[in-house]
């Protein structure tokens, strides 16, 4: 994600945030590289869920981990073996909060 400084109507400065586009790269279902990643909302060795920005993303595998978190930059890195990958229009894991933030408290 970027902040471009922008003028406004009246020449003062205004930033606006431009967001990585949503993308997935599976490399001999070993490695998965996602951008567009605004959440982690669980992991496990067998299923990982994210929110991306046109809902959530499911991928599921087995001995999965992440070897790579850039949250700041949208980018997440997964290892392990990728079974497959679903998407969901909306998020029903919102309410739940941020893994990482639960895990840190």
């Given amino acids: 994600m970027a902040v471009l400084p922008n003028a406004g109507p009246a ?13 997935l790269s599976i490399d001999k279902r070993k ?3 996602i951008t567009g ?4 909302f669980s992991f496990q060795e067998n299923e990982v ?3 991306i ?3 959530e993303m499911v991928l599921t595998g ?6 790579k978190l850039l949250l700041e930059e949208g980018q997440l890195h997964v290892e392990g073996q990728v079974d ?8 029903k894991h919102e309410g739940k909060g941020r893994i990482w933030k639960r895990i840190f408290q």
């Fill in 11 to 23: 020449g003062e400065q205004v930033s606006s945030i431009v967001k990585n586009p949503h993308t």
């Fill in 62 to 67: 087995q001995n999965l981990h992440i070897s």
């Fill in 53 to 55: 920005e046109s809902g």
């Fill in 49 to 51: 869920i994210l929110k």
């Fill in 84 to 91: 497959g990958v679903q998407y969901q229009a909306g998020t």
């Fill in 31 to 33: 490695r998965a590289i």
């Fill in 37 to 40: 990643v605004m959440d982690v």
